[in-house]
């Protein structure tokens, strides 16, 4: 069993940056893919980034390439990410996940409360 706790979530204006960690414990947190995803009330969670187990590979959807950066520290069992440049449309709840690496909700096995992001335009 792993267990993720988000935090960093907040309102912030248009432009603004915010970092959102994520705190693993329960089984090895080295072992799995780190995943950050998004959802907004009556859509689908929607995959932001995700990072491999070494912190090596990265991958991000497109919308927020360039904004916004995942990284992970094994030894503190911790997963960032770093939110600069951000828009409206980047409100959401963002959720903390672990398991496969992929881009597929259906690859992550462990997830987190979530914590909302509020951006003002």
């Known amino acids: 069993q792993v267990r993720l706790v988000e935090s960093g979530g907040g309102l912030v204006q248009a432009g603004g940056s915010l970092r959102l960690s994520c705190v693993g414990s329960?089984?090895?947190?080295?072992?799995?893919?780190m995943a950050w995803f998004r959802q907004t009330p009556g859509k689908v969670r929607e995959f932001v980034a995700v990072?491999?187990?070494?912190?090596?590979?990265?991958t991000y959807v497109d919308s927020v390439k360039g904004r916004f950066t995942i990284s992970r520290d094994n030894a503190k069992n911790t997963v960032h990410l770093q939110m600069n440049s951000l828009k409206p449309e980047d409100t959401a709840v963002y959720y903390c996940?672990?398991?496969?690496?992929?881009?597929?909700?259906?690859?992550?096995?462990?997830w987190g409360q979530g914590t909302q992001v509020t951006v003002s335009s």
């Open positions: 996940a672990a398991g496969t690496y992929g881009t597929s909700r259906r690859e992550y096995v462990y």
């Open positions: 990072i491999d187990w070494s912190g090596g590979k990265t």
């Open positions: 329960g089984r090895i947190f080295s072992n799995y893919a």
